[in-house]
């Protein structure tokens, strides 16, 4: 059980259910993060399925048409229709219940008079030249929806864990400091009542004894006047 430091007395048991009623809210917050971050889970998880299955369709589509290129032109053809640029992507960012995760990806080929050859000699270059634009475009993709994947894979996690800290260590700890303190409280109240009710039946006795003392000094004088 975590060990709760608190000063002694009425205020600590202020501080006490204050750090309690901060700690419950936190756990509240954090559970309807997970409940949102648990539905963009399962959302980031079948984007990536299903753009990984277009990946992979596209790279043997791609593969496919390159044998027919090869078949038809030869590793000379190929060569000729290498770019000599390099191609970019752009991915956008999103934010998800305060946690930021590659949104929409795309990817820009090569300038069109970047390519060797401008007019491929076959329709199986011209074919397999696009099927690989294809498949780069397919593989931006499914690459920025992995990475979503694996940052709401930590973020539910990381969350997760912050909620059960909470749940299982942090305000079990502090409840029973509280209950410890608020126990001590009253016995220091009931202890204090006894004191008093004692110290008040101590003078009551001393009130009565002196009394009689009095009068009989009254009667004493009286005597010798």
């Known amino acids: 059980m975590t060990k709760i430091r608190v000063p ?7 501080r006490l259910r204050r750090r309690l009623d901060a700690a419950q809210r936190g756990a509240d917050l954090l559970e309807r993060k997970l409940h949102a971050l648990l539905e963009e889970q399962r959302a980031r998880h079948r984007a990536a399925e299903a753009s990984t299955r ?3 369709e596209a790279a043997r589509e791609a593969d496919r048409w390159l044998d027919r290129a090869l078949a038809a032109e030869g590793r000379g053809g190929l060569h000729r229709c290498a770019p000599t640029d390099a191609a970019h992507t752009t991915v956008r960012e999103t934010v998800s219940m305060g946690v930021r995760m590659p949104g ?3 990817y820009e080929p090569p300038p069109p008079d970047a390519l060797g050859a401008p007019d491929p000699e076959t329709a199986a270059l011209a074919c397999a030249r696009s099927a690989y634009l294809d498949a780069a475009r397919a593989a931006v993709a499914a690459a920025a929806d992995q990475a979503a994947v694996r940052i709401v894979d930590d973020a539910v996690t990381a969350t ?3 909620v059960r800290t909470l749940q299982r260590h942090w305000i079990p700890a502090l409840r029973e400091s509280l209950a410890l303190l608020e126990l001590s409280l009253e016995q220091a109240d009931f202890e204090d009542g006894l004191r008093r009710r004692h110290l008040g039946a101590d003078t009551g006795r001393r009130t ?4 009689p003392d009095r009068r009989e000094n009254a009667n004493s004088q009286g005597n010798r006047l």
């Open 54 to 56: 277009a990946w992979i």
């Open 8 to 14: 002694p007395g009425r205020a600590g048991r202020l």
């Open 208 to 211: 009565r004894v002196d009394a």
């Open 104 to 106: 929409d990806a795309e």
């Open 160 to 162: 997760r864990r912050q």
